[in-house]
């Protein structure tokens, strides 16, 4: 796969996960701005609740590589991506960091 490729799939992966946030669970979230009440919404059934406990351990999976590469490799700005990881949502935060760290760590082996 190319690199322009790969940056496009990417970037339409987050743009169409942000769409599809802005267009299911906006609208709900303005007419009820209960936060913690759609966060629990989340934990309504077993399925559920499978699916928001990934979403959390891979949202705490992103934020521990974002911090680890800061440290071992100079990635920076990583941390706009753990709160893109929120919200909108993992989808997006860990689409963006791909590409943000794809970027950086090009430059760096271009200058070596």
Same mark, same amino acid.
């Given at each position: ?35 913690? !009440?759609?966060?629990?919404? !989340? ?34 700005? !990583? ?9 909108? !949502? ?10 943000? +760290?794809? +970027? ?9």
């Amino acid at each position: 796969m190319s690199d322009r490729t790969f940056t496009r799939i990417m970037l339409a992966a987050a743009l169409l996960f942000t769409a599809f946030f802005a267009a299911v669970v906006v609208p709900p979230l303005w007419a009820d701005p209960d936060i913690i !009440g759609a966060f629990a919404a !989340g934990f309504v059934n077993p399925f559920s609740s499978g699916y928001a406990t990934d979403v959390i351990i891979c949202w705490l999976i992103l934020a521990v590589w974002v911090v680890f590469e800061a440290r071992t490799y100079g990635v920076r700005h !990583g941390w706009v991506c753990l709160v893109l990881g929120v919200v909108p !949502g993992v989808a997006v935060g860990f689409a963006l960091y791909l590409l943000l +760290r794809r +970027r950086q760590l090009h430059t760096v082996s271009s200058a070596n």
